[in-house]
């Protein structure tokens, strides 16, 4: 029903063209493009943000092909974190570990189904590193720990223990 952003993509030298035809046709159906935030952009030349990705044009080191090279963009990465920071942090140190775990769940699932496109295998793998860390340095203060903090809390404790739910660190199946 809505039509407030979207991307329009055409062949090299047809933009300015297509451009117009667009203003034409939102005119016709008494709408209007938002002037400040439309623009005409080269995307071989130049990345662009939309939606919380980030699309850049690349060529790839093996096959020496172009591609589009589509992430979560910083903005996206750092809105994680900071949900994560609001439930995982000295205030909520009362709070159960199972509750807490199951809020971290919940953002991060949400967070996932959202960006698992395009090439998000590094993104989502720093993402989990740190998601790991900050649950356990949370765990050690919870608890006033004195042994260890990597070598009491694993990996491997933190998502089977703790049951935190793990990233995808592979890319998501082709459509």
């Not at 407030?4 to 030298?13: A, E, M, Y």
Request: glycine content about 6%; charged content about 25%.
């Amino acid at each position: 029903r809505y039509a407030d952003d979207f991307v329009l993509l055409c062949r090299p030298g047809n933009g300015g063209a297509m451009l117009e035809r667009l203003k034409k046709y939102v005119q016709a159906k008494r709408l209007t493009l938002n002037e400040a935030k439309t623009r005409l952009v080269n995307s071989q030349q130049e990345s662009f943000r939309f939606l919380g990705f980030d699309f850049a044009w690349r060529r790839s080191p093996r096959t020496d092909n172009c591609y589009v090279h589509v992430v979560a963009s910083p903005k996206a990465r750092l809105n994680l974190r900071d949900a994560v920071r609001e439930e995982l942090n000295h205030w909520t140190k009362h709070h159960s570990c199972a509750e807490a775990v199951r809020r971290v769940n919940r953002i991060t699932r949400g967070w996932s189904n959202y960006y698992h496109y395009g090439h998000c295998t590094r993104v989502f793998g720093r993402q989990s590193v740190w998601l790991q860390n900050r649950l356990r340095r949370w765990l050690w203060r919870k608890y006033d720990c004195t042994h260890g903090l990597f070598s009491f809390f694993t990996d491997e404790r933190l998502l089977g223990q703790y049951q935190l739910w793990p990233l995808p660190l592979t890319s998501p199946p082709r459509r």
